[in-house]
């Protein structure tokens, strides 16, 4: 059978299912388990292409051109051709320190090439122009439009409109470098996040957050010491639920590696997402599929607090004499004081209230004498299909010879019924806490933190009266002054093809694997990413090897003033299909 479309190289979702049914009927469990790996595979692709971004702030139609700018400004910004405008206000009427910004944007895909490389984050200030240190990511094409997530700091004045320029479409642009305190090593969720206030160390097994270093004068580190449960100890230790009649407990701190998980690091935030059902103790004797569990780290630069996310979502019914969506155990004797904080937003130290064990929003514990602390802040805790959560969790000082725990019991029933979501979104924050003025701290950044930015599409103010910025917004070679032409570069790196994809004919550019492409003298660096990690091997692009057409150094050292070629490989962010330019996409029959 000849095979000239893409459903007639790979299978649909409904094919491989059938063909998984059937092999289950014949009990041919080897490749049930193969079909089954290659179901999740569809499921990717499938998400690549299809899964909504949500709603942007503004409609991609919704710029301007740079040239329509004031002279000073436009000069300032020379290279760039489009942007947007964004206010950001603060209704809250407090003064605002730092906090992180996201911003789902939207543009005409004929008018940016890659977004990670051109978008440029700009503050209108005293009028004039000052970049902001910003990070994209989730960059995806959906038909004309490309969208992707922006995150950036922003802090500010009681009841201040700051306005910002999104500055976007230019081809020269390379990929910004901004130097901030926040540092991630290691691969995978097996990771070490470090800013100027602590050091988070995830689980190399399960991605969970197994350590956290406070680093102030003590170094005081949180952990929690001994065998577990027969897992890996961590301090974090939610999600979970006990099945029926109380006969096992549901874990993700069981899992052995993470069911799926995605991971992105930027200069702003790091931020690990892990998602699956939780495992019995001895899985896989029992792997029920009743209550899906989705956790979402965030860490961030320059802040002594992150984010951690969840939902919990039954995929059918079932009960659960107990479920958790919040537990932190730390060994030692490290704190002194009990943290609480009822619905008042007010903090309290000593044992809760018994009135209000239920209708908790902040937890955590302190130390008056070496002036560490370490708090819970729920921002966000609901559900959907369940009568109202209870907001629990009363902290413990002595747990077990541990030291001291929080947990939150947050269903009002046994019986969870199909389709119910809780869901939650907490801060938790490590800051230095004296009895003069740690309580107020901490209501304060809860209170900042519930009532956020508030972020809207706007135009420039009217009657600006423009000021030279200093310096300029491109780096040397991004405004048409770049030693080498970088569209010769990229018109040489098309000669470079892909010859394992033997008809297509699609090259390194098309394909999407260029990620960067900086010229710095007579020296011609290029930042390539692979497709998977099945073909780790950069080298076949770089240097050629098993009949590749042209070799990226080969071509590259032929255009006039080159020297030198330095090609690297990243695999951060991984390679998908929402790279691939409309060629592309016609080459592989994805068009």
């Not at 490389?117 to 490309?146: I, K, N, Y």
């Not at 994809?501 to 900086?518: E, P």
Request: charged share 25%; hydrophobic share 40%; with cysteine.
């Amino acid at each position: 059978m000849s095979e000239n479309t893409y459903w007639e190289r790979t299978e649909p979702f409904e094919e491989k299912l059938r063909l998984l049914e059937d092999a289950w009927r014949k009990r041919d469990f080897r490749l049930v388990r193969a079909l089954t790996h290659s179901l999740r595979d569809t499921a990717i692709q499938a998400q690549h292409e299809e899964e909504s971004p949500g709603t942007p702030l503004m409609p991609p139609e919704q710029h301007a051109e740079v040239a329509a700018l004031p002279p000073e400004w436009r000069s300032w910004a020379l290279g760039w051709k489009y942007f947007q405008v964004v206010h950001l206000d603060e209704m809250l009427g407090v003064e605002r320190p730092p906090e992180p910004v996201e911003l789902l944007l939207s543009f005409p895909a004929a008018k940016v090439t890659s977004l990670a490389r051109e978008l440029r984050v700009v503050l209108v200030t005293d009028q004039a122009l000052r970049e902001v240190p910003s990070q994209v990511h989730g960059e995806l094409r959906r038909g004309t439009e490309r969208f992707a997530r922006v995150l950036f700091m922003a802090g500010g004045a009681m009841h201040e409109r700051q306005t910002y320029l999104i500055f976007f479409g230019n081809t020269d642009a390379e990929l910004p470098a901004y130097p901030t305190d926040l540092e991630t090593r290691g691969e995978g969720t097996a990771l070490d996040i470090e800013n100027d206030f602590y050091k988070a160390s995830l689980s190399r097994q399960m991605g969970q957050l197994e350590h956290l270093t406070i680093k102030r004068e003590h170094g005081l580190e949180l952990f929690a010491g001994g065998e577990g449960h027969g897992e890996p100890p961590g301090i974090d230790w939610a999600h979970d639920y006990v099945t029926a009649g109380h006969f096992q407990k549901m874990r993700i701190t069981l899992w052995e590696t993470c069911p799926d998980y995605e991971v992105v690091r930027g200069p702003i935030a790091t931020i690990v997402r892990r998602w699956g059902f939780p495992h019995s103790p001895v899985h896989p004797v029992f792997t029920p599929s009743r209550l899906n569990v989705d956790v979402e780290y965030r860490f961030y630069a320059g802040l002594p607090w992150f984010h951690k996310s969840g939902s919990m979502h039954a995929i059918k019914a079932f009960e659960a004499p107990a479920l958790r969506d919040d537990e932190w155990v730390f060994s030692g004797q490290s704190f002194t004081e009990m943290l609480w904080m009822g619905p008042d937003g007010k903090m309290h130290t000593g044992p809760v209230d018994a009135t209000m064990r239920d209708k908790l929003w902040a937890v955590g514990f302190a130390n008056t004498q070496s002036q560490d602390s370490f708090a819970a802040l729920y921002l966000e805790h609901e559900a959907e299909g369940l009568p109202e959560l209870k907001h629990g969790g009363a902290p413990q000082m002595f747990y077990r010879w541990h030291g001291h725990v929080w947990s939150r019991y947050p269903l009002p029933v046994k019986e969870v019924p199909a389709g119910a979501v809780l869901r939650q979104k907490n801060a938790y924050a490590a800051l230095h806490f004296t009895e003069a003025d740690g309580l107020g701290l901490l209501e304060e950044l809860r209170h900042r933190l519930v009532n956020p930015l508030h972020p809207s599409a706007g135009e420039l103010p009217q009657g600006i009266q423009a000021r030279s910025p200093a310096g300029r917004l491109a780096r040397p070679g991004e405004a048409g002054d770049s030693p080498i032409s970088k569209q010769a570069l990229w018109d040489a790196l098309r000669d470079c093809k892909d010859e394992q994809l033997y008809k297509a004919g699609i090259n390194v550019v098309d394909f999407g694997l260029v990620y960067d492409l900086r010229v710095r003298g007579e020296t011609v660096e290029v930042l390539m990413a692979m497709p998977h990690r099945g073909r780790p091997r950069l080298g076949f692009f770089t240097f050629g090897s098993g009949g590749n057409s042209m070799p990226v150094q080969q071509r590259l050292m032929k255009v006039p003033g080159v020297k030198k070629v330095v090609v690297e490989q990243t695999w951060n962010p991984g390679w998908n299909s929402n790279r691939l330019t409309d060629e592309g996409r016609r080459r592989l029959g994805l068009a």
